[in-house]
């Protein structure tokens, strides 16, 4: 629910090229106040959503920045990498110091999900006088990614020689990714994918909305050619 104390004020910033649109809230007072960029996890992405991170934060008398991620909303753009999500977090920063409501010494952030991987790129590179995140992963992307997609073809019913086929075919991608083509990866690769298009009990699986909307994030990789997939790559 929205406080009538609350005061709130359309921004737009930019990330590179991209122009992003938000709105800023104010708790009660004159301030200068200490602030926070709020970031988006995986999914979705419009402001909105994050009305709900930031109403404690207001409750403690601290503004609050939430926007549109890059292809949703009002701002343009395409949907971001957990890299473009840095930019515009930092972006969002900027932005905030300029406001002579905000008190520029004591601008933080606060991720949701996978926004705390972009979160600590920001603080590293920027700065950030605090820094707090809801569903923090406390591993690597690429390992908090496998479980995620392991997981959830579990729940659904697949077998545990299926999912661990898949764990390893998406390890093998993210070191692909991450560090360079291997022959040892490649080989690894070219079996688990093998395996899991010749799964019997993929069938349990049925394809969300939001899979749908952003096929990066289906827990299935790409059944395909491997050298077609390390192309892509």
């Known amino acids: 629910t929205r406080s009538s104390r609350h005061r709130e004020r359309e921004v737009t910033f930019a990330a590179g090229e991209v122009q992003l649109a938000g709105t800023l809230i104010l708790p009660p007072g004159p ?4 602030a926070a960029v709020l970031l988006h996890g995986a999914a979705g992405g419009q402001r909105d959503f994050c009305r709900l991170h930031a109403a404690p934060m207001l409750a403690a008398g601290v503004a609050a ?28 920063m900027r932005a905030l110091a300029d406001f002579p409501e905000i008190d520029a010494r004591r601008i933080g952030l606060a991720g949701f999900s996978n926004g705390m991987w972009s979160a600590p790129m920001i603080a590293a590179r920027y700065g950030a006088a605090f820094l707090t995140g809801v569903g923090s992963p406390g591993v690597s992307m690429a390992e908090s990614e496998i479980h995620r997609r392991s997981k959830i073809l579990r729940e659904a019913g697949v077998g545990p020689a299926t999912v661990a086929a898949v764990a390893v075919a998406w390890r093998c991608i993210f070191t692909i990714v991450g560090e360079g083509l291997s022959g040892a990866a490649a080989d ?10 010749k799964a019997s009990d993929l069938h349990h699986y049925e394809v969300p909305d939001y899979v749908r909307e952003n096929p990066m994030l289906s827990p299935v990789p790409p059944l395909m050619p491997v050298d077609d997939l390390i192309g892509m790559l």
């Open 65 to 92: 920045l939430i926007y549109d991620k890059a292809g949703h909303g009002l701002s343009g753009g395409r949907e971001p990498s957990i890299f473009d999500q840095a930019d515009a977090g930092e972006a969002a």
């Open 188 to 197: 690894q690769l070219r079996t688990a994918l093998d395996t899991v298009a």
């Open 31 to 34: 301030g200068p106040h200490p």
